[in-house]
């Protein structure tokens, strides 16, 4: 970006809802502070990000992030449900804050709020991407799993019998994991988005508002999000032994 360019408006927004199969679970108690502080804190010690919002259902969440300095949007009941896409709800949210006569967002990272694993200088790095090309329509953190292969992995069919969800079309698929070409998977702890993703219809599925120019930032260290109270346990010792209790 050169010194003549306005520099992009760039938003946080926590998303979380209430509705969870673990009650109450992104303000679960964590080092003595709600699960979400910990990502909120991050983005909030970001020099790039210029305002903070979140975007619930729920009452409890709203009011915890507010405490960490985020905006609170109420989230319709109807894009708060267990099957309900985040599209969904980022969008509400921008089209929200333009309503309350704040500039609509260029760059929005959107943060999960089941996670701790997120780091200031993360978010940094992949902002950065986006304002050194702005081609790029989203930049997200992911690591490399072959074990799990998309290859590699099985359906069951009407029958009740396995078979592959890709049709090979008679190629030879080598069985060692090694030999395939190397598979990457989101970290479900934030991503970096283009807010004009949200105006044209056709994004890789199926997480099409990431648009269809989305920059890997491939992590080395193990991120991972909390679905489970023994989660709540490799939290803390996650944030321990980065010190970041």
Same mark, same amino acid.
């Given at each position: 970006?050169?010194?003549?360019?306005?520099?992009?408006?760039? =938003?946080?927004? #926590?998303?979380?809802?209430?509705?969870?199969?673990?009650?109450?679970?992104?303000?679960?108690?964590?080092?003595?502070?709600?699960?979400?502080? %910990?990502?909120?804190?991050?983005?909030?010690?970001?020099?790039?990000?210029?305002?903070? !919002?979140?975007?619930?259902?729920?009452?409890?969440?709203?009011?915890?992030?507010?405490?960490?300095?985020?905006?609170?949007?109420?989230?319709?009941?109807? #894009?708060?449900?267990?099957?309900?896409?985040?599209?969904?709800?980022?969008?509400?949210? =921008?089209?929200? =804050?333009?309503?309350? &006569?704040?500039?609509?967002?260029?760059?929005?990272?959107?943060?999960?709020? @089941?996670?701790?694993?997120?780091?200031?200088?993360?978010?940094?790095?992949?902002? @950065?991407?986006?304002?050194?090309?702005?081609?790029?329509?989203?930049?997200?953190?992911?690591?490399?799993?072959?074990?799990?292969?998309? *290859?590699?992995?099985?359906?069951? @069919?009407?029958?009740? *019998?396995?078979?592959?969800?890709?049709? *090979?079309?008679?190629?030879?698929?080598?069985?060692?994991?090694?030999?395939?070409?190397?598979?990457? !998977?989101?970290?479900?702890?934030?991503?970096?988005?283009?807010?004009? &993703?949200?105006?044209?219809?056709?994004?890789?599925?199926?997480?099409?508002?990431?648009?269809?120019?989305?920059?890997? %930032?491939?992590?080395?260290?193990?991120?991972?999000?909390?679905?489970?109270?023994?989660? =709540?346990?490799?939290?803390?010792?996650?944030?321990?032994? &980065?010190?970041?209790?």
């Amino acid at each position: 970006m050169s010194n003549e360019q306005v520099k992009p408006h760039i =938003i946080a927004l #926590l998303t979380g809802r209430g509705n969870n199969t673990l009650p109450d679970k992104n303000i679960l108690p964590v080092l003595g502070k709600p699960l979400l502080y %910990y990502t909120a804190k991050a983005a909030r010690e970001s020099k790039l990000i210029d305002d903070y !919002f979140v975007s619930s259902d729920c009452p409890k969440i709203l009011k915890a992030s507010q405490e960490v300095g985020y905006y609170p949007i109420k989230r319709p009941d109807e #894009l708060a449900m267990p099957d309900s896409q985040h599209e969904g709800a980022i969008k509400h949210a =921008i089209e929200y =804050i333009q309503s309350i &006569n704040r500039p609509r967002p260029d760059i929005v990272v959107v943060l999960l709020a @089941n996670t701790v694993t997120t780091k200031t200088e993360w978010i940094d790095d992949c902002i @950065n991407e986006m304002l050194k090309d702005d081609s790029i329509t989203a930049v997200a953190p992911a690591y490399k799993d072959s074990d799990h292969h998309p *290859f590699r992995a099985k359906k069951i @069919n009407s029958e009740g *019998f396995f078979e592959p969800f890709f049709d *090979f079309l008679g190629k030879k698929v080598s069985t060692n994991r090694q030999d395939l070409e190397p598979s990457y !998977f989101f970290c479900h702890t934030f991503w970096v988005l283009r807010s004009s &993703n949200f105006d044209i219809e056709d994004g890789q599925l199926p997480w099409r508002f990431m648009g269809h120019k989305i920059k890997p %930032y491939v992590m080395k260290e193990k991120t991972f999000d909390v679905h489970e109270m023994e989660d =709540i346990v490799y939290s803390e010792k996650w944030l321990n032994e &980065n010190g970041l209790a």
